[in-house]
């Protein structure tokens, strides 16, 4: 609860108090020009880190890693975009902090600490066909193709005989 007092309560009205000290100081016109400043920039950043993140996730996924630092991090960014296009010069500090490598580096590293990420789940499994827990599939409860005669797993191992491109290229 203490967490939605501020977000919704408190927040806006600091907004509102720091918009007015700076609409006093630089005058109303400046005011909003400056907010309208640093949502554009804010918006440049915002695109320029996301690529920058988007790449390293990719090259993550594509070496067969998890990237999980990559979508604490996008996760951030997106928190940091959002912080930019609300009116406001706090808002805009925080996700400025947001956009910012080093600090959004040690956000993720924060956020990752309290996460436990695990590549392998056996909690879920999902199939294809639209079977779930309160419909039957095509065969009843039970799928003839899980189990065999004895009501037991069949395990085994593949190898994929497949030609790739790169294979018939060497033999020509």
């Not at 440049?44 to 390293?56: E, S």
């Not at 590293?109 to 039957?136: C, E, I, M």
């Not at 003839?144 to 994929?160: C, L, M, S, V």
């Amino acid at each position: 609860m203490p967490i939605f007092l501020f977000l919704f309560i408190i927040l806006p009205i600091a907004e509102m108090a720091v918009l007015i000290q700076v609409g006093g100081m630089i005058g109303v016109l400046n005011t909003v020009g400056l907010v309208l400043l640093t949502a554009v920039i804010g918006a440049a950043l915002l695109r320029q880190q996301g690529l920058a993140t988007l790449l390293k996730a990719n090259q993550r996924l594509n070496s067969g890693e998890l990237p999980a630092r990559e979508v604490a991090e996008g996760l951030i960014l997106a928190v940091g975009g959002a912080l930019l296009l609300t009116p406001g010069f706090i808002t805009d500090t925080i996700g400025f902090l947001c956009l910012i490598p080093v600090t959004r580096h040690w956000l993720s590293a924060q956020a990752l600490k309290r996460l436990v990420v695990s590549g392998q789940s056996s909690a879920f499994v999902f199939r294809s066909g639209g079977r779930g827990p309160f419909d039957q599939g095509p065969f009843g409860r039970e799928d003839p193709f899980d189990r065999d005669a004895n009501g037991d797993i069949i395990e085994g191992d593949y190898q994929d005989q497949t030609e790739r491109d790169r294979d018939r290229l060497g033999k020509k």
